[in-house]
């Protein structure tokens, strides 16, 4: 697949491809069932439950919605306060906000951009319901820590684990932690249906609600499990189900999972091990995975000194054919935050490392060439300034 556009710029991202997505949607759309929950939506949630070791998965349209509906699974309540870290998308906090809850950021351990799980205890009060680890980048959050909370204070724990499918913490894969965990399948992710999720869960009584749910608040699963005679409305819920044809798109990707994976973790470690040299001369840092954590490659990123520095690089990179791109804004500094959330404790890290990362293009099948150049121009970006 073609890496750069027609300018000749080195692509940030292109959606995975493997090649035999095309006869898995024509099979699809020939078996006259292409609206959801059909052999393809079946597969791709088998393939989550036997493959990572989830009780149940369920596709979703997307990790937003997965977020959506674990909040309505938990019954969110207007002021019910969820705890999470002001770094991440603004799904995130959507999903509890919809509901009246209250998002409660807490800073951020710089070392992996993830919520630090030493400062979640402090943020617990009477009217806290739950805790939103953020596996950024696909690393884990500290979930001995997060669980053992979880468990003191019979909190529920929901895994934004948006980044982190096939990605491991303690050799367990990430999003069968907590009482949910929540994939993202869209075109930036490593496995990809242009748009959709799923929603991971533990408890055997959450399942059926969770199928209610999905189905528009509906037993319509039962029904066609032959459960009851008819379906009809019994809760409330939303329609929550992904077509036949983005599942079709995405199982020839799971299926051929480590293939995408290890060709991402290639080109990971062939950003690392070029670019330590500016490491460790101290113009950059380069990301740090704890010894418990086997990530999946999803995302290569570094630091540059700080906001002004960061901007010239992206502006620099630009000019010379390689796309780069910053993310987030913490979601505490935005209109929509400070009116619906409140930031605990001190804001440290969360803003000031925000302003220092810089994503570098990563995808399956990102061309060697493409990623020395990419190095090169950093690297003489730093030379030049020395």
């Known amino acids: 697949m073609e890496s750069r556009d027609n300018s000749g710029m080195i692509s940030f991202n292109i959606p995975p491809y493997i090649g035999d997505e095309d006869a898995s949607v024509l099979e699809a759309i020939h078996s006259q069932k292409i609206s959801g929950d ?28 997965a977020l959506e509906l674990s909040a309505l699974l938990i019954d969110v309540q207007p002021g019910d306060e969820i705890i999470m870290p002001a770094y991440t998308f603004v799904s995130t906090a959507n999903a509890f906000a919809l509901r009246g809850g209250v998002p409660v950021f807490v800073d951020i351990d710089p070392c992996t951009m993830n919520l630090d799980a030493g400062l ?6 009477d009217r806290t319901k739950a805790i939103v680890p953020v596996h950024y980048a696909g690393v884990s959050c500290d ?7 979880a468990q003191k204070y019979n909190l529920k724990v929901i895994e934004d684990a948006a980044q982190g499918v096939t990605s491991y913490y303690e050799q367990q894969a990430l999003g069968t932690f907590g009482n949910f965990g929540c994939f993202s399948f869209h075109e930036t992710k490593n496995y990809s249906m242009g748009e959709g999720g799923a929603i991971l869960i533990q408890n055997e009584e959450d399942i059926d609600r969770a199928e209610i749910i999905r189905e528009k608040g509906t037993n319509r699963s039962q ?37 995408i994976r290890n060709d991402r973790l290639r080109s990971w470690a062939t950003y690392a091990e070029i670019l330590q040299p500016l490491a460790d001369e101290g113009f950059i840092e380069l990301p740090f995975i704890p010894d418990e954590c086997s990530h999946n490659g999803h ?7 700080d906001l002004d520095e960061r ?5 620099f990179l630009k000019e010379n054919g390689v796309e780069s791109v910053f993310h987030y804004i913490p979601l505490h500094t935005s209109p929509a935050g400070k009116s619906l959330g409140r930031f605990h404790g001190e804001d440290r890290f969360t803003t000031r490392e925000s ?22 121009m950093i690297g003489s970006f730093y030379h030049g300034m020395a």
């Open 299 to 305: 995302m290569f990123y570094i630091k540059a000194k």
């Open 223 to 259: 029904f066609w499990r032959g459960m009851v005679d008819k379906y009809t409305w019994v809760s409330v819920g939303s329609s929550f189900l992904p077509s036949e044809l983005n599942a079709a798109y995405l199982l020839p990707q799971l299926i051929k999972s480590e293939m």
């Open 38 to 65: 059909g052999q393809f939506t079946k597969r791709c949630q088998q393939w989550i439950e036997s493959t990572l070791g989830a009780k149940k998965a369920l596709l979703t349209t997307s990790c937003s919605d």
């Open 311 to 315: 901007t010239r690089l992206i502006r």
């Open 120 to 125: 979640i205890e402090a943020a617990i009060t």
């Open 143 to 149: 979930m001995r820590m997060i669980l053992s909370l």
């Open 355 to 376: 302003e220092r990362i810089l994503r570098l293009p990563m995808y399956f099948r990102l061309a060697q060439s493409d990623i020395e150049k990419a190095c090169d």
